[in-house]
T-cell receptor, first 118, second 111 residues
Framework: GAVVSQHPSWVICKSGTSVKIECRSL??????MFWYRQFPKQSLMLMAT?????????EQGVEKDKFLINHASLTLSTLTVTSAHPEDSSFYIC??????????????FGPGTRLLVL | QKEVEQDPGPLSVPEGAIVSLNCTYS??????FMWYRQYSRKGPELLMY????GNKEDGRFTAQVDKSSKYISLFIRDSQPSDSATYLC???????????FGTGTSLTVIP
């Protein structure tokens, strides 16, 4: 199956700093990637849809100036949490669709990035 | 009403048992149905994928979709301790990008 990686796998930062999370599709080109956050014992919450070469589409209630998304190439999308606060502490997961694979409607998830803001 | 409802469990079964995991959904436009397995502190892993109604089998796993009752199921036969994880159902329409996830069911298989 398609492989998606994320870096870093975990990060601890001080309140007020910015954190960048990378999402890469390793063996396929992804025109569309998705960013989710997940709180303990809760399901995935879609934050934004990242489209290569264009602006991301944010879900209602997600601050686009706080969660900056860049999808500069067909294999890389980045999420930057700006001026992070403790309430931003969460598990951030990206996913990507493989437009070439037989199941074009499925998403392949990265391993997630655990962010802790002190 | 949530788009997808899933009993969070937790569900605990002995090794070798048959496990039944279920979700209901409200939007009749959903056409794609997925099951993901998520181990603790890891990203979800695609297990099964079906389109429209019917059954799909893959080894010990069987996915069922009943569109008339808006009910989706995942059956695990001969459950193993390594099956212990959280199982998420997900759906989407033909045209939209957005996936709708259930809250996940936590499963523990006891040796």
């Amino acid at each position: 199956g398609a492989v998606v990686s994320q870096h870093p796998s975990w990060v601890i930062c001080k309140s007020g700093t910015s954190v960048k999370i990378e999402c890469r599709s390793l063996d396929f080109q992804a025109t569309t990637m998705f960013w989710y956050r997940q709180f303990p014992k809760q399901s995935l919450m879609l934050m934004a849809t990242s489209n290569e070469g264009s602006k991301a589409t944010y879900e209602q209630g997600v601050e686009k100036d706080k969660f900056l998304i860049n999808h500069a190439s067909l294999t890389l999308s980045t999420l930057t949490v700006t001026s992070a606060h403790p309430e931003d502490s969460s598990f951030y997961i990206c996913s990507a669709r493989d437009p070439i694979a037989g199941n074009t409607e499925t998403q392949y998830f990265g391993p997630g990035t655990r962010l802790l803001v002190l | 009403q949530k788009e997808v409802e899933q009993d969070p469990g937790p569900l605990s079964v002995p090794e070798g048992a048959i496990v039944s995991l279920n979700c209901t959904y409200s939007n009749s436009a959903f056409q794609y149905f997925m099951w993901y397995r998520q181990y603790s502190r890891k990203g979800p892993e695609l297990l099964m994928y079906t389109y429209s109604s019917g059954n799909k089998e893959d080894g010990r796993f069987t996915a069922q979709v009943d569109k008339s009752s808006k009910y989706i199921s995942l059956f695990i036969r001969d459950s193993q301790p390594s099956d212990s994880a959280t199982y998420l159902c997900a759906t989407k329409t033909n045209t939209g990008n957005q996936f709708y996830f259930g809250t996940g069911t936590s499963l523990t298989v006891i040796p």
